[in-house]
């Protein structure tokens, strides 16, 4: 199936994005079975309301799905000052060496050169520190960049698996648990460096895996490490004004290969979540394979890879709303989303999930 969009007949602003969801619907626990979650089929001239273990039977044998294969790293430190001040940090990135890049939450930023004793998730500091070096990427950046070290001598992503609580997002009100250890990450998880987790993928177990792969789905994998920026809502009315967050993505010539195995046999790029939407297309836009990325889809936006996106429900006036709105259709996703709320769906990153296509109204699928 090849579509494209065709140019918006409106201009879109920050508050068309906006919609009112009811707080008992924001998912605070994962469903009981990763593939037990809901799906909300939006690809038919009728939505129709399943499980997500009916998604083999939704598929074609030919059809590539593609996953984003990052691992949500244990990336929030908690600690003081030498004041006594408490400070949170929440790791965005490694950088070389033993630094990295990090938000910090504090009540008044200590200076370069401050070394931070923070606390180990067991409860002691065990000798790990932090010491500010400035702001990162630049003196303007909104990061900041720190030294991170321990008595033990482990690199970064060492420390943050032993020392770290996982980064459940803002709208998660519990404590981090051995539940979301195992919930907050996705059964094919290899490339660490993720703060959130890519949540449409959440929702494959083991047994629905070796379904798609009975019936002659294929699947290849690409990385996007998804950043904290994912969570922050546009705060511009103007669109063309909203800066986005920088993310690191790379999709390997393995899966470049598939993808163009699967157009020759006809087949169809099925993307499970927004991350991979975003990987695939800054690599289709730009033809780099491995950077950053600062793609922003918005309605107009000229899709040349992705055929049917898997997502769950996002956070109204974020750029993932725009997303899944440029990607099936304004109209239509306000329709999807007011059906979900009526039935009551779960929403967020342990919440349901819905399947869409390019399709629009007066368009055949090819």
Request: aromatic letters at 8%; one cysteine or more; a neutral charge.
């Amino acid at each position: 199936m090849t579509l494209s969009d065709s140019a918006p007949t409106r201009s879109f602003t920050l508050s068309d994005f906006d919609f009112a969801l009811p707080p008992e619907l924001i998912a605070q626990h994962p469903a009981a079975e990763r593939s037990g979650s809901r799906l909300l089929d939006g690809t038919g001239a009728q939505l129709v309301d399943r499980i997500f273990r009916e998604l083999p039977a939704l598929l074609r044998a030919g059809d590539l799905l593609v996953f984003n294969d990052t691992k949500v790293v244990k990336a929030r430190l908690f600690g003081e000052k030498p004041t006594g001040g408490k400070v949170e940090l929440l790791i965005e990135r490694v950088l070389s060496g033993n630094q990295v890049a990090a938000h910090m939450r504090v009540s008044k930023k200590p200076e370069v050169g401050t070394t931070l004793a923070l606390t180990g998730a067991s409860g002691t500091n065990d000798g790990l520190s932090a010491t500010l070096l400035g702001r990162w990427p630049d003196a303007d950046g909104a990061l900041f960049r720190f030294v991170v070290s321990s008595d033990s001598g482990d690199d970064p992503y060492t420390l943050m698996e032993k020392h770290g609580h996982v980064p459940l997002p803002p709208y998660i009100t519990h404590a981090d648990s051995a539940q979301d250890v195992e919930r907050y990450q996705t059964v094919f998880a290899r490339a660490p460096g993720a703060v959130a987790a890519p949540t449409a993928a959440l929702h494959f177990d083991q047994a629905l895996l070796a379904e798609l792969d009975h019936r002659g789905v294929q699947r290849a994998s690409v990385t996007l490490h998804v950043g904290a920026g994912t969570f922050q809502p546009v705060k511009t009315e103007n669109l063309a004004e909203h800066q986005m967050h920088s993310e690191w993505y790379q999709v390997p010539a393995a899966t470049q290969q598939a993808i163009a195995d699967c157009q020759q046999r006809g087949g169809r790029i099925v993307a499970v979540g927004t991350t991979t939407v975003r990987t695939l297309e800054s690599w289709a836009q730009s033809g780099i394979a491995t950077g950053d990325t600062r793609i922003f889809i918005t309605p107009g936006f000229q899709f040349k890879l992705v055929d049917l996106l898997i997502t769950n429900f996002h956070l109204p006036k974020s750029t993932l709303m725009m997303l899944v709105s440029a990607f099936a259709g304004y109209d239509h996703i306000k329709v999807l989303y007011q059906h979900a709320i009526t039935r009551q769906y779960r929403f967020f990153s342990y919440g349901d999930v819905m399947l869409l296509d390019r399709r629009r109204p007066g368009k055949a699928i090819k």
